[in-house]
């Protein structure tokens, strides 16, 4: 017997097409497109030397070295991953703490977010380079002025998020849980946070975009550090463009999976509080 469907059924994952796939599918034809094309433009064409602008297997193999190479300068990439991550997971970890506890106060107390908040703002609209000077001169050309950039670039939009999810929370979850008696520091921790969690999750993202790049930006000018900013400071001082284009691609990669991870976070946390559907 079969069972008809109404016109407005899903249809089950097992028969929908994948999103997912095709959505990865034109990312790859999208790569190939840009890889082919700056392969034409410097080994076919030769429009520039290649001291000026390497081909793709010049940079490949700079990767190559700096990743899994076995000589004596080889590895220095893989060495700057490692330094790099261990700055900025530790600074995000404290913009995320820092951040999340001012947001509290902010979206519990309306004076605090008035204030504090649009300070807040406008300190976010400040590039994180321009706060580099000021941290080497009261922290030293140290490793500390890095940290003091990445957490301060992170904890702004944690606490600007923290803040505005509070503020979006439905009034009926208010009012249900002072029905329940809840109130004060109670209501905010037992339900207005809890509903809060997918706005949240969206300001946890954009803080990690911005400590990432704050990361690299102050690592520039921190000499003898194992670091991506600094093997970006030395293709720079040795003219070694290709370096230049394997650090700044490595940079990107990172940064797209950490982005990558966060998003599939905040997407499941989504469908699970019925916010989105399943693709």
């Known amino acids: 017997m079969t069972v008809s469907r109404a016109p407005g059924d899903s249809v089950t994952p097992a028969t929908r097409p994948s999103g997912r796939w095709r959505t990865l599918a034109w990312q790859v034809i999208g790569l190939l497109v840009i890889v082919a094309v700056w392969w034409l433009v410097t080994d076919v064409l030769k429009l520039y030397p290649p001291y000026v602008f390497p081909s793709p297997h010049a940079v490949w193999t700079e990767v190559a070295y700096g990743l899994w190479g076995t000589g004596p300068q080889d590895g220095k990439l893989l060495s700057a991953i490692g330094g790099s991550l261990r700055r900025v997971l530790i600074g995000y ?5 820092l951040g ?4 509290l106060i902010m979206g519990a107390w309306p004076p605090v977010r008035t204030s504090l908040g649009a300070y807040l703002t406008g300190v976010q609209s400040v590039p994180s380079i321009a706060f580099v000077p000021f941290a080497i001169l009261f922290l030293g050309l140290n490793e500390r002025a890095v940290l003091f950039v990445v957490i301060l670039e992170g904890f702004i939009p944690v606490a600007l998020a923290v803040s505005g999810a509070l ?8 009012i249900a849980g002072r029905t329940l008696g809840a109130h004060g520091p109670m209501l905010t921790w037992r339900v207005l946070l809890p509903a809060a969690v997918p706005n949240v999750l969206t300001g946890l993202r954009t803080a990690w975009s911005f400590a990432w790049r704050a990361l690299v930006g102050g690592e520039l000018l921190i000499a003898g550090s194992k670091s991506l900013g600094e093997q ?10 290709a370096l230049v284009l394997a650090t700044i691609i490595i940079i990107g990669v990172i940064g797209g999976l950490f982005d990558l991870l966060l998003r599939t976070v905040e997407a499941r946390v989504r469908r699970d509080y019925g916010l989105e559907v399943a693709q």
């Open 93 to 97: 970890a404290a913009a995320v703490a």
């Open 100 to 103: 999340g506890v001012v947001g």
């Open 232 to 241: 970006l400071e030395v293709g720079r001082n040795t003219a070694n463009v």
């Open 167 to 174: 503020l979006t929370v439905p009034p009926a979850l208010r």
